[in-house]
T-cell receptor, first 115, second 113 residues
């Protein structure tokens, strides 16, 4: 399997613009996670899905952030409008079983810079 | 919600030395305690994990020590090498099946050549 695939790898955008990050999880994985990583806050869980259904979005910072999972092989994280403080690395990850956490697989991340 | 406290935040070790990173958790009902390793520009990847029915697990130069009564586990890197320079995260499994998996804030390890 190719692993978790994220796009774009790098994105530079101007403040106020819409940003859409994309993720393809590993086939057969029931859980998909979106994380944000910054120096100050470390690795933060934004939202996660089970079988395409959002389970917990309490980590989403504000209404400017939204995530969807229209099918088992695709998810998006959207920021509209973007702000400089959204600059971070956004990781998508997937796993087959939530309780057996040693099977979480991360993508290589989307590096977002908002200027 | 599960809390995970990882220390230290950063660590500098001479080549050949022992690197030790600690993690403390609050509660869990499940069975794996992992460490993830993240190299610059990459996503975290599982390094090593331990079940709580054993006190230690060793894989090459990497060892996890687990203290169930203290709710702590630690990562030891023996004979540390410059290639071990990375950020290390511990994680605690959820208390309940639908709880979030919680990662520690990470330890940036730098091995001096």
């Amino acid at each position: 399997d190719a692993g978790v695939i994220q796009s774009p790898r790098h994105e530079v955008t101007e403040m106020g613009q819409e940003v859409t990050l994309r993720c393809k999880p590993i086939s057969g994985h029931d859980y998909l996670f979106w994380y944000r990583q910054t120096m100050m806050r470390g690795l933060e869980l934004l939202i996660y899905f089970n079988n395409n259904v959002p389970i917990d979005d309490s980590g989403m910072p504000e209404d400017r952030f939204s995530a969807k999972m229209p099918n088992a092989s695709f998810s998006t994280l959207k920021i509209q409008p973007s702000e400089p403080r959204d600059s971070a690395v956004y990781f998508c990850a997937s796993t087959r079983h939530l309780a057996t956490i040693n099977t979480i697989y991360f993508g290589e991340g989307s590096w977002l810079t908002v200027v | 919600q599960q809390q995970v406290k990882q220390s230290p935040q950063s660590l500098i070790v001479q080549k050949g030395g022992i690197s030790i990173i600690n993690c403390a958790y609050e509660n869990t009902a499940f069975d794996y305690f992992p460490w993830y390793q993240q190299f610059p520009g990459k996503g975290p990847a599982l390094l090593i994990a331990i079940r709580p029915d054993v006190s230690e697990k060793k894989e090459g130069r990497f060892t996890i020590s687990f203290n169930k009564s203290a709710k702590q586990f630690s990562l030891h890197i023996m004979d540390s090498q410059p290639g071990d320079s990375a950020t290390y995260f511990c994680a605690a499994p959820p208390v309940n099946r639908d709880d979030k998996i919680i990662f520690g804030k990470g330890t940036r390890l730098h091995i001096l050549p």
